[in-house]
């Protein structure tokens, strides 16, 4: 089995220790002792594709005010910043990369709130509130250093986002009746923006609350398959996919209120949106393309619904199983505490590859599934054909450290570290033979 990791898991890389607040599920420094969390850093470069794809097909198609370029600059900002963070695991780095996403929300909802040519005596107020807006975040966040708070910040301005262009959409078809054959290209951009964030969500909620279970999978699949289970990753293509699809949507939205009768909505390989130059003005050709349209347009209607119930789904799985990090001692499927948990029913009904993955996880990822999680068995003698790393594992045969730390094994005894300090939590010896 090829091994996930090509740096020894826990060693010191290059950046030294962790100092953010925030530490994924991707173990530090596996690949390159230079790079803390590869695969969330490298997976950055999504964003710089398509803040330059999108800012080339706007001058491209003359849709070049500074608002536009504005909202893909912000984008490239997140993704320098985001890599940074980690790159290196530190806390003014994580700065870098959570502040620029709350200027980015800014930006957006500004550009959203100020398309038509009626919004211009707004813009000053626009500009002094969503700037006062910004340095109140900046200023709260870095003296408080509470995620929570900027969490709240950064989803104010994100349903901002996805309440205002369904409105200003409408609005649109409301005032410019020239501009209704494109009605359906402009839904059917938007709801495909509103899926990319939701899926990218899904990614983010999976990554933080299942990691056992995805570092098992890593470790299990090894290299170069396991990055499949770097959800992170994906939360970032996903969530860049979104940002290139918001920006797009407000820039055809405000070409269209200003008059651009010229261009429409493309889609190449029929998966990625794109502005071009619209050709073909018979009003016979704009009937039959509107007429089309509209089938396309309900189809996607209909399908964010199903998208929708899928979520809440998928949320309601993640609300109950969120104990899963948060449990540090599988005794407690043993307890009277309320509440619902996997490894409590996979005990209690003596499921045991369920039961043996979380209590035999080790710092690689791989699961020791010929352990014994039978407590008699530790006062039995070890059986002369174990290794000495074998003994070392069968110090400890309960628990589970959350996705934080890492368990270690060494010949001589069996600990915990924390993966954000490098510092030992507990550390287990046998003393007798």
């Avoid at 890492?406 to 046998?430: C, K």
Wanted: aromatic letters at 16%; hydrophobic letters at 45%.
């Amino acid at each position: 089995m090829v091994g996930y990791s090509f740096w020894p898991a826990g060693k010191e890389g290059y950046w030294g220790p962790t100092t953010s607040t925030l530490d994924w599920c991707e173990e530090n420094y596996i690949i390159t002792q230079y790079i803390a969390e590869f695969w969330n850093t490298v997976s950055n470069l999504v964003f710089l594709v398509f803040a330059w794809i999108g800012a080339k097909n706007l001058l491209t198609v003359g849709v070049n005010e500074r608002r536009n370029l504005l909202g893909f600059l912000s984008l490239v900002i997140v993704a320098i910043g985001s890599m940074m963070f980690h790159g290196t695991m530190w806390f003014n780095a994580q700065m870098l990369d959570e502040l620029p996403m709350i200027y980015n929300g800014c930006i957006l909802v500004f550009s959203l709130l100020t398309i038509f040519p009626e919004a211009n005596a707004r813009v000053s107020f626009f500009t002094y509130f969503f700037t006062g807006y910004g340095v109140f975040v900046t200023v709260v966040y870095v003296y408080w250093s509470n995620p929570t708070f900027l969490v709240a910040c950064h989803t104010i301005l994100l349903w901002s986002m996805v309440a205002l262009l369904p409105i200003q959409i409408r609005h649109l078809e409301k005032t410019y009746p020239q501009h209704t054959h494109k009605m359906p290209s402009l839904w059917k951009f938007y709801f495909y923006g509103i899926a990319s964030y939701l899926v990218g969500s899904i990614f983010w909620s999976i990554d933080n609350t299942l990691c056992p279970w995805l570092r098992f999978a890593r470790g299990y699949v090894g290299t170069p398959v396991g990055i499949l289970f770097e959800f992170h990753l994906w939360w970032h293509f996903f969530i860049a996919v979104g940002g290139y699809s918001c920006v797009m949507t407000t820039a055809f939205l405000r070409a269209l209120a200003l008059g651009r009768e010229d261009i429409d909505l493309k889609w190449v390989w029929g998966v990625f949106p794109m502005l071009t130059h619209f050709m073909g003005t018979l009003k016979s050709n704009r009937v039959k393309q509107h007429s089309n349209s509209k089938k396309i347009c309900g189809g996607f209607r209909f399908g964010f619904r199903r998208i929708g119930v899928l979520a809440a789904t998928a949320t309601t799985a993640v609300i109950l199983f969120n104990n899963f990090a948060n449990d540090n001692n599988a005794s407690d499927h043993n307890s009277d505490k309320p509440g619902f948990s996997l490894w409590k029913l996979a005990a209690d009904w003596n499921i045991l590859p369920l039961h043996e993955l979380r209590t035999s996880f080790l710092y690689t990822g791989t699961p020791n599934l010929a352990s014994s999680t039978n407590p008699a068995s530790l006062d039995k003698p070890d059986n002369p054909a174990d290794s000495l790393l074998d003994r070392a594992r069968k110090i400890v045969a309960h628990g589970f450290h959350g996705p934080k730390s890492e368990n270690l094994y060494r010949l001589a005894y069996a600990g915990v570290y924390d993966r954000r300090t490098r510092n030992a939590v507990w550390v287990a010896e046998r003393l007798t033979k």
